[in-house]
């Protein structure tokens, strides 16, 4: 029988050694030590009709002969896992040494946000803060707290886009509904700008678009005067349009300043000679501005008794166009690429 049991150990030692796969070495391991029918189990059954001392050195042997079986079926086992493991490895190599592929469209900013970029720093190194306002705005913000009562005339020159379902909800129409938000969160003195999108339920042409961007700024403080606002707005044209820029104020009404003003600049392209751009009036529009109304500065928990303020008004989608050269509105919200990728 230990003659047997050491045949038993060769010829398992080499069948395992000659397996190739997980599933042929689990077939092995059944046929070699099954609890039924298994080579060495099949032998062991012999063990009983031994006696004494043979049985003792026999069952001794069997047991190493079966733990020698059963270490180099293991030893397979993680020789065949490594070596998927390694194929795996193998098809998902990565070669750090070859060169990148060459990128062929690289993404850039739309031109609203070079210019509103711009602005922000250029506003940042004067000290404003850079604010942001929610697009989807209360009636109360957007009209009310800045002087626009329910019956207020104003209302009707903004074609708001309301939402259905929620009568106290607009689209908001300028970003001059960021005016109270921002004195009611950082109080007086005050120095931001917010700029973003607006909406106006407008019949689109080249001139008219129901989406387009403004630039808002407040500056409330005990002194602040009306040569403050336009020493600063005198600033950002000459920034956007060229030192030899010219600014000039002219009276206008909006319920939420007193005075208003509406500000153009020299047209930077006939030098205000007249021409195709400033409709032969050398001047081109881009803001509106004035003092603070009192009673916005009240809604914003500020006491115009002791403050008061300017604020401004950019249409940055304009100032886009002006600075590129884009004569049709539209175009900017189009997602026309042929467009796009020029700037
Ligand atoms: N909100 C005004 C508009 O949309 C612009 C403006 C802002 C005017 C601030 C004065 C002061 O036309």
Known sequence: MQSKLEQLKTEALLAVKAIKDKIGLEELEIKLLGRKGGELTNLLKGLKDLSGEARKQTGQLANEVKKEIEEALAAKKHELSAKEMGGLLEKESIDITQPSLPIKARGHFHPNTLIQNDLEDFFSSMGFMVLDGPELESDYYNFTAVNIPATHPARDSHDTFYIKGHPDWVM???????????????????????????????????????????LEGVVVGKDVNFAHMKGVLEAVCQHVFGPETKMRLRPKFYPFVEPGVNGEVTCFLCQGKGCKLCKQTGWLEVFGAGMVHPNVLKEG??????????????GLTRLAMLKYGIEDIRLLESGNMKFLEQF
Do not use: W
């Open 172 to 214: 908001r129409t300028h970003t001059s509904s960021v005016q109270v938000r921002a004195m009611q969160k950082y109080g007086a003195p005050l120095r931001m700008i917010s700029s973003g999108k607006c909406f106006r339920n407008e019949a689109t042409d080249v001139r008219h678009e129901h989406t387009f961007y403004q």
């Open 301 to 314: 928990g500020i006491d115009p008794k002791v403050n008061q303020g300017f604020a401004f008004g950019f």
